[in-house]
């Protein structure tokens, strides 16, 4: 089945720095990607998401790029702020009817004012 | 903004006895997911509900799990017979056609 690795397991930067969160999955089938913010005691919030055809979306300060050749996807964050700091988790999904999600083990940011 | 709401928020039990988790997904979506996440650990795969049937699940979903979608608007997560390692934060999860996931808030389920 598929596994998704992230790293780094932990990550401080100074506010303002950009911050880049790197996962790897095995499964070639997989074809949609996307990266959740999870905050204490809450559940997983989407922040971005590709699909395989894709090479690279932004949505403001956040970009993910997909290299589907080498299957690994990363997560960049740019003019980190101090609300940014939550845990990052990355997912692959192969779509369709069925959709469950494989999630990495997550990265905890940490943005220091 | 539509949201998925889960009760409760937090559950204690004793080993043995048997919990619900409900779920209120989205209100048009059409496919339906449980989560478990251990304390400090990954967000685990449980089941995938799709026209009133499972469509997947994952080794961890054993007979002691079941779902139901009892209405038009609730999906419930029942464990029979709790154990400790049951202990963990179960999300639910709706989507529409496109792959989004939408999770709701999360339920706290402590087993003693």
């Known amino acids: 089945g598929e596994n998704v690795e992230q790293h780094p397991s932990t990550l401080s930067v100074q506010e303002g720095d950009s911050a880049v969160i790197k996962c790897t999955y095995s499964?070639?089938?997989?074809?949609?990607f996307p990266w959740y913010k999870q905050e204490l005691g809450k559940g997983p919030q989407l922040i971005i998401d590709i699909r395989s055809n894709v090479g690279e979306k932004k949505d403001q300060r956040i970009a993910v790029t997909l290299n589907k050749t080498a299957k690994h996807f990363s997560l960049h964050i740019t003019e980190t702020q101090p609300e940014d700091s939550a845990v990052y988790f990355c997912?692959?999904?192969?779509?369709?009817?069925?959709?469950?999600?494989?999630f990495g083990k997550g990265t905890k940011l940490s943005v220091k004012p | 903004e539509p949201e998925v709401t889960q009760t409760p928020s937090h559950q204690v039990t004793q080993m043995g006895q048997e919990v619900i988790l409900r779920c209120v997904p989205i209100?048009?979506?059409?496919?339906f997911y449980w989560y478990r996440q251990i304390l400090g650990q990954k967000v685990e795969f449980l089941v995938s509900?799709?026209?009133?049937?499972?469509?997947?699940k994952s080794e961890i979903f054993d007979d002691q799990f079941s779902v139901e979608r009892p209405d038009g608007s609730n999906f419930t997560l029942k464990i029979r017979s709790t154990k400790l390692e049951d202990s963990a934060m179960y999300f639910c999860?709706?989507?529409?056609?496109?792959?989004?996931?939408?999770f709701g808030p999360g339920t706290r389920l402590l087993v003693l």
């Open positions: 209100s048009n979506h059409l496919y």
């Open positions: 509900f799709y026209n009133n049937e499972i469509s997947e």
């Open positions: 499964d070639s089938a997989s074809n949609y």
């Open positions: 999860a709706s989507r529409s056609t496109p792959e989004t996931q939408y």
């Open positions: 997912a692959a999904s192969k779509g369709g009817s069925q959709g469950n999600l494989i």
